[in-house]
């Protein structure tokens, strides 16, 4: 199997995995922080045998200062799950997948704010293009606090993305499986002052749904995420990250027979394009090759431009 063919099979499975994630969620019966706290445990548990079994322990490349780096990007990208899952919680997993795939406008707002980066007139027509979207895929209507709520948490949880994006592509010749365990690692300490486990104790079957947020959206996704951008031009894998929302989309419906309105439905061509262009336009290698740092692990998870400049979504 060519590289690319394989790479495109590699990481067509895992954007299908992220749009399946928001029904582990739900049907784990953990409120978010408890979901996320669970999702770093067996995450972590994941990403290190996988780590030790292939060797990246030995020259890992870690200094201080990339340690550092690494932790807070895990402190921007476990608050975005927990505000992401609270968002499924609010509304509906389709709902708040459109909405959250803002991202890439926050990561060129941030960009401009932080660093005094341009921003073009053709990224301002998008950005104006993606807000039409959203406005028409908010649908919210006087007193409709609940997808007031959703849209809040699912905002926030995209600027606590980009927030770690930008950390985290400022990390160079680490490998992404290590940067990625050091992020969910963090998120143990980090969240266990919020977590209740009396609650989740009689979970029974959700034990199964949380582990499998760890072992197969976490462990197994990044895997295969991370081939896979080693061996596809930028283009493809911005195309492939769609697949995401879509599968995510039609999951909802097809279990919890939740859909967007046809108002809504018109704004989400928008964002997609809007924010497909908006990363295009990034400057980046076509195909990025030997250790670079992690995309944040995010509910399913974007790559960074030191990745790759497609912010890949996969939660």
Same mark, same amino acid.
């Given at each position: 199997?060519?590289?690319?063919?394989?790479g495109?099979?590699?990481?067509?499975?895992?954007?299908?995995?992220?749009?399946?994630?928001g029904?582990?969620?739900?049907?784990?019966g953990?409120?978010?922080?408890?979901? +996320?706290? /669970? $999702?770093?445990?067996?995450g !972590?548990?994941?990403? *290190?045998?996988?780590? @030790? =079994?292939?060797?990246?322990?030995?020259?890992?490349g870690?200094?201080?200062?990339?340690?550092?780096?690494?932790?807070?990007?895990?402190?921007?990208?476990v608050?975005n799950?927990?505000?992401?899952?609270?968002?499924?919680?609010a509304?509906?997993i389709?709902?708040?997948t459109?909405?959250?795939?803002?991202?890439?406008?926050?990561?060129?707002?941030?960009?401009? +704010?932080? /660093? $005094?980066?341009?921003?073009? !007139?053709?990224?301002? *027509?998008?950005?104006? @293009? =993606?807000?039409?979207?959203?406005?028409?895929v908010s649908?919210?209507r006087?007193?409709?606090?609940?997808s007031l709520?959703g849209?809040?948490?699912?905002?926030?949880a995209?600027?606590?993305?980009a927030?770690?994006?930008?950390?985290?592509?400022?990390?160079?010749?680490?490998?992404?499986?290590?940067?990625?365990l050091?992020?969910?690692?963090?998120?143990?300490?980090?969240?266990?002052?919020f977590?209740?486990f009396?609650?989740?104790? *009689?979970?029974?079957?959700?034990?199964?749904?949380?582990?499998?947020?760890?072992?197969?959206?976490?462990?197994?996704?990044?895997?295969?995420?991370?081939?896979a951008?080693?061996k596809?031009?930028?283009?493809?894998i911005?195309?492939?990250?769609?697949?995401?929302?879509?599968?995510a989309?039609?999951?909802?419906w097809?279990?919890?027979?939740?859909?967007i309105?046809?108002?809504?439905?018109?704004?989400?061509?928008?964002?997609?394009?809007?924010?497909?262009?908006?990363?295009?336009?990034?400057?980046?290698?076509?195909r990025?090759?030997g250790?670079?740092?992690?995309?944040?692990?995010?509910?399913?998870?974007?790559?960074?431009?030191?990745?790759?400049?497609?912010?890949?979504?996969?939660?």
């Amino acid at each position: 199997m060519r590289n690319e063919t394989r790479g495109t099979a590699e990481l067509t499975l895992a954007m299908v995995l992220s749009g399946t994630l928001g029904i582990f969620v739900v049907e784990s019966g953990a409120s978010p922080f408890e979901v +996320v706290f /669970f $999702r770093c445990l067996f995450g !972590a548990v994941a990403l *290190g045998a996988y780590s @030790l =079994a292939r060797g990246y322990f030995t020259g890992h490349g870690l200094t201080p200062r990339k340690l550092g780096l690494a932790a807070l990007g895990g402190v921007f990208i476990v608050f975005n799950w927990v505000f992401l899952f609270e968002a499924y919680e609010a509304t509906s997993i389709s709902f708040a997948t459109v909405v959250y795939h803002t991202q890439p406008f926050f990561l060129v707002v941030l960009g401009a +704010v932080l /660093f $005094r980066e341009r921003i073009t !007139a053709a990224k301002f *027509g998008w950005l104006g @293009l =993606a807000f039409v979207g959203l406005v028409l895929v908010s649908g919210i209507r006087p007193g409709d606090t609940a997808s007031l709520k959703g849209l809040g948490f699912a905002l926030a949880a995209a600027v606590l993305y980009a927030l770690s994006t930008i950390v985290t592509k400022r990390i160079t010749g680490v490998r992404p499986h290590l940067v990625a365990l050091v992020q969910v690692l963090v998120g143990l300490p980090l969240l266990l002052p919020f977590a209740d486990f009396g609650a989740v104790a *009689g979970l029974g079957a959700g034990w199964a749904w949380l582990a499998g947020l760890g072992l197969i959206h976490t462990g197994l996704m990044y895997v295969l995420m991370y081939a896979a951008y080693q061996k596809l031009p930028t283009a493809k894998i911005a195309v492939l990250a769609f697949t995401y929302p879509a599968v995510a989309m039609v999951a909802d419906w097809a279990v919890y027979g939740h859909h967007i309105g046809l108002v809504q439905a018109l704004g989400v061509p928008l964002i997609v394009l809007a924010s497909l262009k908006v990363t295009l336009s990034a400057k980046g290698p076509e195909r990025p090759r030997g250790r670079v740092a992690a995309p944040a692990p995010r509910t399913a998870a974007h790559a960074p431009e030191a990745v790759s400049p497609a912010a890949t979504r996969s939660a």
